[in-house]
C-alpha cells in the first residue's frame, strides 16, 4: 500500500491538471446562465410585446385576412414570431404569390404581399382565374365580379390540367398571347373567348357575333401577320356580309396569306 504522503501528492498532481477544465466549466456555465436570463427578457418582456403589424401590398385581399392568416397577434412577443411559418401561412391564400414577414424592433411586425393579377377565366369544368403564367389560382367568384373584362380560355379539361401542369400552363400562355395581340387594334370586334385544341389550335371568338377566327397552330411570332390578313378580309366585307358570317379561316399551312370566310353555313 502506498503511503499517506504519496497519497496526497498525487491527488495534489490531479487537482492542478483538473483545474483549467473546471475553471471552464464553471465559465460556460456562467455565460449559459446569463443566455437564458438574456432570452427570458427578450421573449417575456414588454418591451417587445407587439403593437402593430404592417401589412403591404395588399389589395384584393382585406389586410385583415392577411393577419388572420399570419397567426400573428398585438400583444405577442417580436421574437417568438417565426417570420418563415407566418410567410408560408399567408401564401396559402390563392390570392397571394408570395409573403415576406420581417421585426422591425421593438415592436411592430411588417408583411409584404405581391398578389396575383389575373389574366383570363379559364374553364375547367368550372370557371378559374389564371394568372400571367398560365397558373390556375382560384376558383372564380363570378358572383364578384371576378374575372370580369378577361376573356374566357375553352378547350382544357381539368384532367389535362392535373396530368399536365407545365404544357397545360403553357397552352394558356399561348391563348392568352393570342388574346393580347388581337387586343392591340382597337378597331377589331371585341374578344370573348378563346379556344385551344390541340389538333386545330387556336381559335378567337368574338364577343357580340361569336363569330370564329380560327388561327391554328400558329406560332407567337406569326399571330400578328394573321391578323392583318383578317383585317384586309374584314374590311373588303360589307355589313351584311359581317353579319353574316361565321367563321374565318386563317389556318391554311400551305398558304398562309389565304383567307377563307364562311357565312351562315356555306363557304
Same mark, same amino acid.
Given at each position: 500500500m502506498p503511503s499517506r504522503a504519496?497519497?496526497?501528492?498525487?491527488?495534489?498532481?490531479?487537482?492542478?491538471?483538473?483545474?483549467?477544465?473546471?475553471?471552464?466549466?464553471?465559465?460556460?456555465?456562467?455565460?449559459?446562465?446569463?443566455?437564458?436570463?438574456?432570452?427570458?427578457w427578450l421573449t417575456t418582456s414588454e418591451r417587445f410585446a407587439i403593437?402593430?403589424?404592417?401589412?403591404r401590398g395588399a389589395q384584393r385581399i382585406d389586410a385583415g385576412r392577411v393577419r388572420e392568416l399570419s397567426q400573428i397577434d398585438h400583444g405577442d412577443n417580436v421574437?417568438?414570431?417565426?417570420?418563415?411559418?407566418?410567410?408560408?401561412?399567408?401564401?396559402?391564400?390563392?390570392?397571394?404569390?408570395?409573403?415576406?414577414v420581417e421585426r422591425q424592433l421593438p415592436d411592430r411586425i411588417v408583411i409584404?404581399?405581391?398578389?396575383?393579377?389575373?389574366?383570363?377565366?379559364?374553364?375547367?369544368?368550372?370557371?378559374?382565374?389564371?394568372?400571367?403564367?398560365?397558373?390556375?389560382?382560384?376558383?372564380?367568384?363570378?358572383?364578384?365580379?371576378?374575372?370580369?373584362?378577361?376573356?374566357l380560355i375553352t378547350g382544357l379539361s381539368r384532367d389535362e390540367y392535373l396530368a399536365d401542369e407545365g404544357v397545360a400552363q403553357a397552352t394558356i400562355r !399561348?391563348?392568352?398571347? !393570342? !388574346?393580347?395581340?388581337?387586343a392591340r387594334d382597337g378597331e377589331r370586334p371585341s374578344l370573348g373567348e378563346v379556344h385551344v385544341d390541340a389538333r386545330s389550335g387556336i381559335?378567337?371568338?368574338?364577343?357580340?357575333?361569336?363569330l370564329a377566327l380560327r388561327l391554328g397552330a400558329t406560332p407567337a411570332d406569326g399571330i400578328a401577320a394573321r391578323l392583318e390578313a383578317f383585317d384586309a378580309a374584314w374590311s373588303a366585307l360589307d355589313e351584311d356580309e359581317r353579319d353574316a358570317a361565321r367563321v374565318i379561316y386563317m389556318d391554311n399551312e400551305t398558304n398562309p396569306d389565304r383567307i377563307t370566310?364562311?357565312?351562315?353555313?356555306?363557304n
Amino acid at each position: 500500500m502506498p503511503s499517506r504522503a504519496r497519497i496526497a501528492t498525487a491527488l495534489s498532481r490531479a487537482g492542478k491538471r483538473a483545474l483549467p477544465g473546471l475553471i471552464a466549466v464553471a465559465a460556460v456555465a456562467a455565460v449559459g446562465g446569463a443566455g437564458w436570463l438574456g432570452y427570458y427578457w427578450l421573449t417575456t418582456s414588454e418591451r417587445f410585446a407587439i403593437e402593430a403589424v404592417d401589412v403591404r401590398g395588399a389589395q384584393r385581399i382585406d389586410a385583415g385576412r392577411v393577419r388572420e392568416l399570419s397567426q400573428i397577434d398585438h400583444g405577442d412577443n417580436v421574437f417568438l414570431v417565426d417570420p418563415s411559418a407566418a410567410a408560408r401561412a399567408i401564401e396559402a391564400d390563392p390570392w397571394v404569390a408570395s409573403a415576406g414577414v420581417e421585426r422591425q424592433l421593438p415592436d411592430r411586425i411588417v408583411i409584404e404581399i405581391e398578389e396575383r393579377t389575373p389574366h383570363a377565366i379559364v374553364e375547367l369544368g368550372g370557371l378559374y382565374l389564371a394568372d400571367a403564367g398560365g397558373h390556375v389560382f382560384k376558383r372564380a367568384a363570378i358572383d364578384l365580379g371576378e374575372g370580369e373584362g378577361l376573356p374566357l380560355i375553352t378547350g382544357l379539361s381539368r384532367d389535362e390540367y392535373l396530368a399536365d401542369e407545365g404544357v397545360a400552363q403553357a397552352t394558356i400562355r !399561348a391563348a392568352l398571347e !393570342a !388574346a393580347r395581340v388581337y387586343a392591340r387594334d382597337g378597331e377589331r370586334p371585341s374578344l370573348g373567348e378563346v379556344h385551344v385544341d390541340a389538333r386545330s389550335g387556336i381559335t378567337l371568338v368574338t364577343y357580340d357575333s361569336a363569330l370564329a377566327l380560327r388561327l391554328g397552330a400558329t406560332p407567337a411570332d406569326g399571330i400578328a401577320a394573321r391578323l392583318e390578313a383578317f383585317d384586309a378580309a374584314w374590311s373588303a366585307l360589307d355589313e351584311d356580309e359581317r353579319d353574316a358570317a361565321r367563321v374565318i379561316y386563317m389556318d391554311n399551312e400551305t398558304n398562309p396569306d389565304r383567307i377563307t370566310v364562311r357565312f351562315g353555313g356555306k363557304n
